[in-house]
């Protein structure tokens, strides 16, 4: 027997062929595609307007659909982390934030990372493995139900999960197509934020394929030295880095994020910022403080309040925008950096 299809990872063409195949006129692919992009409805059986016929046969052939492993929700209600199990029981991470009137989903793009940034608890595990378009896309159509359910609306999508998602280029920028298919999930592209460690030669392959596609870089330090202590993995230098944003403002016109994770005694003094604000002097952008989010096994503390807000005022009174990070879902391990797939440390 042919092994089991994620319906997801199909294009329209090849969910075209797929209910060709089954027997079934065209326009019956248009409305399983609406069914798994709009509805959210990944689950054959309940597309109820499909015939009965074409719903056995589609769950005969699709891969079966897997209930998240465990959903943690903070203790006021913003934030739920869902651990997802993928078809070869490696588990990843999704979480939904409520702050109305936005709801966004953090996706994942690879089971673990490469880059071993030492305050990330995913880039503890390494890189297991990319996820493919429909792993991608079913974190986002899953949010997308839940968000309904609770009678809300899911608005903004940010790569920012478990990963580095222009280390996995090509199935992230199909999955951007789907999410923005005005007859898929619908998204308007300024709702979509793709967090990068910087990885120059995608970021400029960004620019052109998705010009309107919110761009953020983790910069983390002003010069090489320092930056090469938070990511330790060879790659591209803060010059280059630097370089191919300036380059995706001209391009794009619209305005970076650079998002700065604030160390204690490591790089968060007045004069790392001020450094920091004549390194990207000229560029459009807004810089994204994150205090530390501690979490077992990744190195270092936060700054006191004090020192970030001092950092804040260092760039702003150099002109560059800057604002805190507001936190939620700390108390369940939700934020930024705290995503780990906690099954593959127990081994269960
Ligand atoms: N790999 C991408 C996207 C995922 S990480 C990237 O690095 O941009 C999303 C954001 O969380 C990044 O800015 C990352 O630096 C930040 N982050 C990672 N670990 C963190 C931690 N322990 N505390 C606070 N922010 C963290
Ligand atoms: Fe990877 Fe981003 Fe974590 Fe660095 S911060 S290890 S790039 S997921």
């Known amino acids: 027997m042919a092994d089991p299809v994620d319906l997801l990872d199909l294009d329209r063409e090849a969910l075209g062929d797929l209910i060709e195949s089954l027997g079934q006129p065209g326009f019956r692919a248009r409305q399983v595609w609406r069914q798994m992009y709009q509805r959210g409805n990944v689950d ?39 651990l997802l199990p993928l078809s070869d029981g490696e588990p990843i991470e999704t979480v939904l934030i409520r702050s ?11 089971a673990g990372c490469a880059m071993g940034c030492v305050f990330c608890a995913t880039g503890l595990q390494g890189l297991r493995r990319q996820l493919s378009v429909g792993e991608i896309l079913r974190q986002a159509v899953l949010a997308r139900r839940w968000s309904r359910d609770e009678g809300r609306e899911l608005t903004h999508v940010v790569f920012m999960g478990m990963g580095e998602p222009l280390a996995n280029y090509s199935n992230v920028s199909e999955a951007i197509v789907r999410l923005t298919d005005p007859e898929g999930f619908g998204l308007s592209p300024r ?37 090469r202590e938070l990511v330790p993995v060879p790659g591209a230098s803060v010059d280059d880095i630097v370089s191919a944003v300036r380059e995706h403002n001209r391009r794009t016109g619209g305005r970076v994020t650079f998002e700065y994770v604030l160390l204690r005694g490591v790089n968060d003094s007045r004069a790392h910022a001020r450094r920091l604000a004549d390194r990207i002097r000229g560029i459009r952008a807004h810089v994204n403080l994150i205090p530390l989010n501690p979490s077992p096994g990744v190195v270092g503390t936060r700054p006191s309040r004090r020192t970030t807000l001092g950092f804040q005022q260092a760039l702003q009174e150099r002109g560059v925008r800057a604002t805190v990070r507001v936190e939620q879902g700390r108390d369940i391990a939700a934020a930024c950096g705290q995503l780990r797939g906690d099954r593959v440390r127990s081994g269960a």
Do not use: F, W, Y
Not at 194 to 214: C, E, K, Y
């Open 44 to 82: 054959p059986m309940q597309m109820t307007d499909l015939p009965r016929v074409l719903r056995e046969n589609l769950t005969e052939v699709a891969a079966a659909e897997r209930e998240p492993l465990e959903v943690q929700t903070s203790a006021d209600g913003s934030t739920s982390k869902a």
């Open 191 to 227: 709702r979509i934020t793709v967090s990068t460690v910087g990885i120059p030669l995608n970021i400029r392959r960004l620019a052109s394929d998705h010009p309107t596609v919110n761009l953020a870089v983790s910069l983390h330090a002003p010069d090489q030295e320092l930056r």
């Open 100 to 110: 109305r009137p936005r709801d966004t989903v953090c996706l994942s793009s690879q």
